[in-house]
């Protein structure tokens, strides 16, 4: 298993590298490496010797119970494994690889049409590969439940379809009311001086530099080479303050996560996450119920004055507040706020939904998805780069991942009521926001675990309670009732 | 052979990333992926299966004559590979990995102790390659065949014990006459005005950053992924204008090789370079016989007004170009002239001798060093980091590497000789150096072959000579009496 993690995260090396510094020219052998390398994981993994080997394991009365979760999970991979065979691994690495590169020459040049092709090939791949994995509803559940272990469709629409009308509640009292004023937050700001205090916040986060760096990419993430070895990346843009600093706190998050997952279990099921909405809950705790919270900034306003002290001379920490918590619909999903956040969530999940299941073809793409902005949130979209373009996911192949952002919000709502407490004000004075706090619960509650439970099984034991959406939409409501005086 | 060489490339990425970006806890996780790569790579290529099919491959009369050399030389490669053991892959892989992280940490400290336990631990590893591979006369030899196929110890001590004498001639002719002043090489040169001129340098010797990128280590070096991804390292000296400029020109000469090589070759012998000592010749080649002529800097003097228009507003091209082949002995080989250059390779080739045949302990290396420099420059070196930390290699497990530095040495001046002609005076006008008339000469005679011939083949092919070190000789006495007077 140990062996097969190294090639696994050799392939994040070499992916890690393909995004921050790779030479264009590098883009087609690289292609070649990766495929070689996920084909080669996917034969070790899945060779009969593995299986016999997991199944003897799992008829010994010696182990312990952490062993024995590492020899049930790592069965059920090998037995979902063996259902993709390996030249299925090859060419989906491969067309993930070319896609990539369509995607990003696609998103530079603003046109849908060059990525169509690639994307029309990773659909159909996945749309086999939801064949070899088995469903018994839809096709889609099939992948959702890589991300997210026994997440179907059946219960996101139940989820989704109770969520958006409280939302759309929320959204249209904000809407009544004067709105935020938050021009200050675009201008010019340093990249130098961006990028310095990303470093801070990271640092004062407990982020751990000599287990992890930061690094430019054109799309903000977080990878991974083992817990001593955690890397994120971001992006900046001079014009805009909120672009950055949010990423580099979501991906904060994860990484803390990944920094704080048992590093003795390397490349075993108990050293990995436990799922991808968990996953999610973490980066968006952090940004969102943390790094967008009164408390945190009354406490670090002095980060404003130390690095952009001439851009925020005039700002109250009550006016920066209220900006960063602005309630606007708009195009780009990383860059929302955390209500319309979740329309933006939807709108991919059913276009998802839609291709995986054939009722859309990849053409229509941006016309669905303008549709869907047009109806969920009442903007016209502008052109594709600020439309169907602008997330990397699809060129990677990961039809499935989108709804545990939202599922992990929920989840992050969830934490922080376990955390600080659900019954006061949402307006904490500063000395109550101790972000020690929240690290201590989580290194308490969430990172030991791994993947020995599930996501409901995982929120269940750290807040007694299965996952439940009114702690989102109680925040919610308190949140930008006080912001916006409802 | 072509997913053999995924794997390899793999590894060359992830070590890429070790010694410029890995955060320091990564280190530990980052030996055993490596390993498994190395191991990985090392099984499928001494696969039963794939020694029958390059046998059977080898029968086929269909085949062109450069497919069939192809096969010749990956039975070659076989059979030799088929002699270690997967174990022995592995522990050299692994011992090699912490052997590099003692070695930097030993240079940090400047004590060599730190290092000396896994340099023991590496030389027996490399005493034991020995027996693996055989030999008929030196242990040294199959380590030395390693690096540049056919090259033994009497070939070595035959070429040496000439040399050495040759240049203590011009030498001590050189120590006889007033010295040369380079001081305003010393002083302060900004880091950024330093890589931008690394990068423009590095431009006009025709490098590809399309094709590959330039990035800070703790030891320069050349690598590569593919022909399309070739990747440069320097380290930079604010006070040391020499340090950088020519350990950038001298990787680029690596660097243009790689790239030059058939991409359609790709994992294959023909796409690969012919020997460490051509490979080294095309450094030395730029690094010297180019980077280090009068004609040159005639030509880009312009390049010093750019930059450093301060540092060298009052020296005259002359200055500069005596300046820059001061000849004096010294002790970092990375730093030295060309002259004294030989020596450095010298010590370290027969320390390693000795190593290897067992008349030298790993602990009495600092001793046997001092002594050897002091013997041979004349020169007490003051600490191990200006000692025998200096050099990366053996913490590589590159025993037999060295030489290779001096035989690339003599190749340079010989194909210097092949383009430039060598019968007119080595101070050409800056018309007669064009730099382009080296690239086209190397493109046609040195890059197409990849291994297809070795190197005396090689050098015979492209010169109408085997290796002759009277083109060194005369081109060093020649420059260095115009330089001096003498």
Sequence with gaps: MQKI?????????????QETYMPVKGAAMRGRQLATLAELAHEQFTSPQMGSMLRSLKERRTLSAAEMRNVELSLQDYDKNCKLPASYVRRLSEATNLAFHAWIDARRKNTFSIFQQSLQHLIDLKKQEAEYLGYVHHPYDALLDEFDKGQTVAKLDNIFNSLRPRITEILEAVASRPQVEDGFLRGNFNKDAQWALGIEVLGLMGYDFEAGRQDISEHPFTTNFSSQDVRVTTRIDEKDFSNM???????????????????????????????????????????????????????????????????????????????????????????????????????????EKMLIG????????????????????GIIVPDDRRGCLQDVHWSHGSFGYFSTYSIGSLYAAQFYAAIYGNSGSIIMPSNDLDIGKAAGWLTQHIYPHGRYYNSEELCALATGEKLNPDYFVSYATRKYKEIYGI
């Design 245 to 351: 600093l949010w990423s580099c706190i979501h991906e904060g998050g994860h990484a803390l996560y990944e920094q704080g997952l048992p590093a003795g279990e390397y490349g075993l099921p108990l050293g990995e996450y436990c799922s991808l909405s968990i996953h999610e809950s973490q980066s968006r705790l952090w940004e969102n119920c943390i790094g967008r919270s009164n408390s945190f900034w009354e406490k670090y306003v002095y980060l404003l004055e130390k690095y952009f002290p001439e851009q925020f001379k005039n700002i109250s920490t009550r006016e920066f507040y209220k900006a960063i918590n602005k309630v606007s619909p708009s195009f780009i999903r990383t860059e929302a706020d955390e209500l319309t956040y979740h329309f933006h969530v939807i709108i991919r999940y059913e276009l």
């Design 358 to 377: 054939g009722s859309l073809e990849p053409r229509d793409i941006p016309a669905a998805w303008n549709e869907l902005y047009l109806k969920y949130l």
């Design 5 to 17: 993690a190294d090639l696994r995260y050799s392939s994040a090396v070499l992916q890690w590298d």
